[in-house]
């Protein structure tokens, strides 16, 4: 008899990590992990971003006995100083200024939970944003058609955000939009899911 394959949980309600994730699966769940995000002191970005992966993970992962739990988090670094969600149009506007004509570096983790043994494989894609020098008013225009609040970095590279760059330097596309589906795809396969 064939053993019940596991349940695949996104620990996420991010719209943008679910179309992602549909890439790769057609069925899965969505369940809110409700961790607090703050950062901790001295914390690097890169470290903050693995850290909050594992802590979606291991609380979307509650009460689960079969279930490959998938957490993920991104920090938006300019200079060292993250850049966090705006949350509003004037916060956005001045997180693109500051970026213009910069580098800003994204780290985006995983983290992939396997309930059934407890085991975590962790991932962290790093990807450099090359902004093009942009205008106020390019900010504006771009800021009100694409309300990038809930963004970090204050924009959206799957649609006009992308005509802020000059180039982007990653390893995986998919990443900067919120879920290294590439390596992904490698820790699903490693706990025994088929993808393709």
């Known amino acids: 008899m064939n053993a019940v394959p596991p349940r ?4 996420s309600t991010s719209r943008y990590r679910a179309e992602l994730l549909r ?3 057609p069925d899965f769940e969505q369940r809110a992990p409700g961790t607090d995000e703050a950062p901790l002191p001295g ?10 992966a594992v ?9 689960l006995g079969n279930a490959l739990v998938i957490g993920s988090d991104q920090v938006a670094e300019l200079d060292g100083r993250v850049l966090d969600k705006p949350g509003s149009a004037a916060n956005a506007h001045a997180q693109l200024a500051a970026s213009s004509g ?3 570096h994204f780290h985006t983790a995983l983290c992939l939970l396997d309930t059934r043994n407890g085991r975590r494989q962790v991932h962290v894609d790093r990807t450099r ?8 008013a390019e900010i504006e225009r771009y800021v009100e058609r694409e309300q990038p609040l809930d963004c970090a970095g204050s ?7 992308i005509s802020l760059f000059e180039r982007i330097d990653s390893e995986d596309p998919s990443a900067l939009i919120g879920l290294p589906l590439i390596a992904l795809a490698r820790l699903l396969r490693a706990a ?3 993808v393709p």
């Open 8 to 11: 695949i949980v996104l620990a």
């Open 23 to 25: 890439r790769l699966l």
């Open 43 to 52: 914390e690097e970005p890169d470290a903050r971003a693995a850290r909050l």
């Open 55 to 63: 802590a979606k993970a291991v609380a979307a992962a509650e009460g």
């Open 102 to 104: 910069r580098t800003v």
């Open 129 to 136: 944003v090359h902004f093009r020098a942009l205008d106020a």
């Open 155 to 161: 924009f959206k590279c799957e649609g006009l955000g």
């Open 192 to 194: 025994g899911v088929a």
